[in-house]
């Protein structure tokens, strides 16, 4: 019984995953969230479950729901802007374009203006295609709330969400230039490449020395990022998939210091995102598998 029980979990263990990271914006509290999950799974008497994976969904949900409403207190006391915590992702989840775009660093910042209920019916309805009634047992919701709180949320993400589809050779060239300006200490290929309005976030969380609120505007963002330029010039700077998309790790005598992510509109770079919480970078050091 107990070996059916498990083998039924790590089945569906990714998408259980993948579903609480996406309404909560962190690995460690999915992770916290999944171990809640699998406790309530095994006291279940699932011989008399009929769909076991929408059993499983259900539980995720509602104890992500819980800790979303958390984190919310908690971010009103964070120091400085609140980044999600970034996830060095396999090469499968970049193929899946759908997917590699929900749990991209610029989708995470959008799901982030919405409610929690809100969020928990746009990741289950846009992202895993889930039915409105299989959404609205997992939120505690009827069905025609659910789809109101769907369409809402939908023109909520479309007002926000990144203007078309980001390719990877775009963002590929946009951290190249971040990688010329760094070696060089020229930061000029870098400016033609921000958009006027270009937006740059930093999360230290109190720990690690970031922005206190976001940088605006090309020129801002040019000397804030001139201004480091000296001290990255002696890190080493690799290449790695995050959230899906190319990204940039920069590390110290060895050790990981900052995860630098891009959101890129129409060809330009409008968002710049550098995570620096020492907490935020700890799940960085295994590749993740996602799964819708």
Not at 19 to 46: C, K, N, P
Not at 58 to 71: D, E, F, K, V, Y
Not at 210 to 221: E, M, T, Y
Not at 272 to 282: F, G, H
């Amino acid at each position: 019984m107990a070996d059916r029980s498990t083998e039924l979990f790590l089945t569906h263990r990714n998408l259980l995953f993948t579903i609480a990271y996406e309404m909560l914006g962190s690995a460690a509290d999915a992770e916290d969230v999944l171990q809640e999950t699998w406790l309530r799974w095994v006291d279940v008497d699932f011989d008399g479950v009929q769909n076991h994976r929408a059993y499983l969904v259900r539980i995720t949900t509602r104890q992500a729901l819980g800790r979303l409403r958390t984190l919310g207190r908690r971010k009103e006391s964070y120091v400085g802007p609140w980044l999600p915590e970034p996830l060095l992702t396999a090469p499968d989840v970049a193929e899946d374009v759908e997917l590699a775009d929900s749990v991209s660093m610029a989708m995470l910042l959008v799901l982030e203006t919405l409610t929690p209920t809100e969020r928990a019916v746009f990741v289950l309805r846009e992202v895993f295609d889930l039915g409105y009634g299989e959404i609205a047992d997992a939120v505690g919701k009827s069905g025609a709330a659910v789809r109101q709180i769907a369409h809402r949320a939908r023109e909520h993400v479309a007002a926000r969400r990144p203007r078309g589809p980001v390719s990877r050779t775009a963002t590929r060239d946009a951290l190249a230039a971040f990688q010329h300006a760094i070696e060089t200490g020229d930061l000029q290929y870098l400016l033609d490449i921000l958009s006027p309005d270009v937006v740059f976030l930093g999360d230290g969380g109190g720990v690690k020395q970031a922005v206190l609120k976001p940088v605006i505007g090309a020129d801002r963002v040019a000397r804030i990022l001139g201004a480091g330029l000296g001290r990255l010039a002696t890190s080493t700077r690799l290449p790695a998939q995050v959230n899906g998309y190319p990204a940039l790790t920069v590390h110290f005598d060895g050790a990981l210091d900052t995860v630098l992510a891009l959101r890129i509109d129409d060809g330009l770079v409008t968002g710049i995102y550098a995570v620096r919480n020492p907490e935020k970078l700890s799940h960085m050091d295994k590749e993740r598998s996602l799964q819708r």
